[in-house]
């Protein structure tokens, strides 16, 4: 049983957050640190997107501005998520570890095996989405809305047939980077006030329809999670789903340093987040 990193880091600014994600890939592929899982909180909520994701097309900045949201655009692909009631996880991981597919669609089934374990930790009848028809294929490739969890990729959880994790992967250096969004509750509302629709009409049928593809884990239960049961669900789930053992991570006065200073210089900056 191998030993990876673990590190729960709290609720912290959306700038920090994806820089730590950023350096722990490359301390990774430099050597100087074992696998990683993480969990971690934003504070202020935030909406993050992917790193390809256009805003003037999708995204209604004066309502992220008007719910006081963070924003940030992360180095890994997808669509829009915003982060409230969540947990937040990522795993970084070398593309050779042992056991580890090649492509990114079977890597994703292996990594996401520790969530399927924390959903059922948590009493879900939890299980991968695997798009088989046409129409669900066609809608992975030309996606109707700039919404993560409008619908589920290869290997993403699904309960009751709707979606309730939304992850996204880039693999740098030799390094696979996953993570992801596991809500605790959704405020659909605030959600599609983030995003942008030709007109109402659209919009309230993109919700009306979102809601039949994705749900939050306390809609599912009698009894609410609170984000330290969900932690200890999926802290275990990936233990047992990775057959390794979690061991806690801290980072040293030089490494925090470098983290804040690449939050600053980088993820805080104008020209990531509005770069495209």
């Not at 992220?64 to 937040?88: C, S, W």
């Not at 991968?128 to 619908?151: H, M």
């Not at 996953?178 to 605030?190: A, N, P, R, T, Y």
Request: with cysteine; charged share 25%; glycine share 6%.
């Amino acid at each position: 049983m191998k030993q990876w990193a673990f590190i729960d880091s709290g609720e912290r600014s959306p700038a920090y957050n994806m820089a730590l994600d950023e350096a722990l890939l490359k301390w990774h592929s430099e050597g100087s640190i074992p696998p990683v899982i993480r969990f971690y909180g934003w504070n202020p909520p935030t909406l993050s997107i992917g790193y390809f994701q256009r805003i003037e097309k999708d995204i209604n900045m004066e309502a992220v501005e008007n719910y006081g949201l963070g924003f940030v655009r992360r180095p890994t692909g997808g669509r829009a998520v915003l982060h409230d009631k969540e947990v937040t996880y990522s795993v970084i991981v070398s593309e050779d570890y042992p056991d580890m597919p090649t492509t990114v669609r079977e890597a994703y089934r292996v990594i996401s095996e520790g969530l399927l374990i924390g959903f059922q930790q948590l009493g879900l009848n939890a299980y991968f989405s695997v798009p088989e028809t046409e129409k669900e294929k066609e809608e992975l490739r030309a996606p109707r809305t700039g919404v993560c969890f409008d619908s589920p990729s290869y290997y993403e959880l699904v309960v009751e047939g709707r979606k309730v994790a939304g992850s996204a992967q880039t693999r740098q250096k030799g390094v696979i980077l996953q993570h992801g969004s596991i809500l605790l509750d959704i405020d659909e509302d605030k959600l599609f006030d983030c995003f942008k629709f030709k007109n109402d009409r659209i919009r309230e049928r993109m919700q009306r329809g979102f809601r039949n593809k994705a749900v939050a884990i306390n809609a599912l239960r009698d009894t609410p999670v609170s984000i330290s049961e969900a932690i200890k669900a999926f802290y275990d789930g990936f233990q047992k789903g990775l057959n390794i053992e979690l061991v806690p991570f801290e980072l040293s006065e030089e490494q925090e340093a470098y983290v804040n200073h690449l939050a600053m210089d980088k993820y805080a900056s104008n020209e990531w987040n509005f770069s495209k």
